[in-house]
């Protein structure tokens, strides 16, 4: 296993397009957590999966973003009509239950919006 | 929710041990401190986690008082390579769903010179 990969890297979009986001997570991790960091921040919590049910979102996320996990493997991230503040990277965690406590996280997909 | 407050910035010099101090007055009997790393245009990386007294591990050491209301990330003999921001997080390490109510704060940026 290769880690948490994160497709694409890099997205620009004109504002008013919507994007997807793909998370591929640790295969045996069955939490999977969408961050989004702008720059000179910390991570700031969007959603979380548990398997395929999505069990949490910020007041963040509003309703132009949306989140998928289908059969609990992997996730995508949805932005509809993308605002140029959505710019951002959106970072993809994951983790396993029990005690594990330590994100893996991905590289990230950087969204610039134009 | 147990918040942190760690140095906004520290310099170094190749060789040097770093030592990245941590507060969190607030820390809950079920919590556990983990540090991770994180560099431009990457997602964080888990580096140490503990609880009380001392962890050490291949990278770094974890040094929390008694008190529990600190602790210090030790880096031993620092590199280039190890300029980045370091996150000093705080949570209940047994409730991993409950990882995604961290508050990620703006971290510690290391610079580390030749």
């Known amino acids: 296993d290769t880690g948490v990969s994160q497709n694409p890297r890099h997205k620009i979009t004109k504002r008013g397009q919507n994007v997807t986001f793909r998370c591929d997570p640790i295969s045996e991790h069955n939490r999977l957590y969408w961050y989004r960091q702008t720059l000179g921040q910390g991570p700031e919590f969007l959603t979380y999966?548990?398997?395929?049910?999505?069990?949490?979102k910020s007041r963040l996320l509003s309703d132009r973003f949306s989140a998928e996990r289908p059969k609990g493997s992997f996730s995508t991230l949805e932005i509809q009509r993308t605002e140029q503040g959505d710019s951002a990277m959106y970072l993809c965690a994951s983790t396993g239950g029990g005690t594990d406590y330590g994100y893996t996280f991905g590289s990230g997909t950087r969204l610039t919006v134009v | 929710l147990a918040k942190t407050t760690q140095p906004i910035s520290m310099d170094s010099y190749e060789g040097q041990e770093v030592n990245i101090t941590c507060s969190h007055n607030n820390i809950a009997t079920n919590d556990y401190i983990t540090w991770y790393q994180q560099f431009p245009s990457q997602g964080p990386r888990f580096i140490i986690q503990g609880y009380k007294t001392k962890v050490t591990n291949e990278v770094a050491s974890l040094f929390i008082p008694a008190d529990r209301k600190s602790s210090t990330l030790s880096l031993p003999r620092v590199s280039l390579s190890d300029t980045a921001v370091y996150y000093c997080?705080?949570?209940?390490?047994?409730?991993?769903?409950?990882?995604?109510?961290?508050?990620w704060g703006l971290g510690t940026s290391l610079a580390v010179n030749p």
């Open positions: 999966f548990q398997n395929e049910a999505q069990l949490e």
């Open positions: 997080l705080v949570g209940d390490a047994h409730n991993a769903g409950n990882n995604r109510k961290l508050i």
